[in-house]
């Protein structure tokens, strides 16, 4: 079964710390993993994707193929980097499919 | 570019009422698709269209849900009649092209169907 698992519902942090968005994933195959992220008032967005190996707006996500995991990070949060947050697994016919997502909220 | 564009932003409809949305995607882009996001979850795909042809309708409800994309650009998804459970954000994306992998999606607004 395809199917991707973000186990938090709302991460909190204080301005500056650190953060890490949970994702697992189960697929049979190689897979392609991405992270969305949705501003408040704004539409669902792209943020990264795993073949690229980039860092957007400080935040990098590694695939972990023993651990089935695709977690987000950043090293510093910032106060406009509250958002949801969606983990998505490619699958067939490219069609998305997502986890129930995780609302960061970073303190000042 | 402009974007995805969907109206309405947001219905309110009776139980056993229809109810229509639509969708302009991205100036090129073949694939189209429709989800839906109840509260508390992630977006779920209903649809997906390449051009005018479904590639994916697997998790569409077809005794009440319907969808088309007659000229291979707007596309309308249909509730007929509306259940409470349809309740839901329902988001259009559109992507360049089907066979490449890694091709980006991008989101409409969505619409908020409220079914009272």
């Known amino acids: 079964a395809q199917r991707v698992t973000q186990p938090e519902k709302l991460l909190s942090v204080f301005k500056g710390a650190p953060v890490e968005l949970k994702c697992n994933y189960s697929y049979s195959g190689s897979p392609e993993l991405f992270w969305y992220v949705q501003y408040s008032r704004q539409r669902l967005q792209l943020l990264l994707r795993h073949i690229s190996r980039e860092s957007i707006k400080g935040f990098t996500a590694d695939l972990n193929k023993g651990e089935t995991s695709f977690h987000l990070k950043k090293p510093f949060a910032q106060e406009e980097d509250s958002a949801m947050y969606y983990c998505a697994l490619r699958g067939a016919t490219n069609k998305l499919i997502f986890g129930t997502g995780t609302l960061l909220a970073v303190q000042p | 570019e402009a974007g995805v564009a969907q109206s309405p932003r947001y219905k309110i409809i009776e139980k056993r009422q229809s109810v229509a949305f639509w969708c302009n995607p991205i100036?090129?882009?073949?694939?189209l698709y429709w989800y839906q996001q109840i509260l508390g979850q992630g977006p779920k795909l209903l649809i997906q269209?390449?051009?005018?042809?479904?590639?994916?309708d697997s998790q569409l409800p077809k005794d009440r849900f319907s969808a088309e994309r007659l000229k291979g650009v707007d596309s309308t998804l249909k509730i007929q009649p509306a259940k409470l459970e349809d309740s839901a954000v329902y988001l259009c994306?559109?992507?360049?092209?089907?066979?490449?992998?890694?091709?980006?999606?991008?989101f409409g607004p969505g619409t908020r169907l409220l079914v009272l």
């Open positions: 994306a559109s992507s360049l092209d089907l066979g490449r992998a890694q091709e980006t999606q991008y």
């Open positions: 269209f390449q051009n005018n042809g479904v590639v994916d």
């Open positions: 100036s090129g882009h073949a694939t």
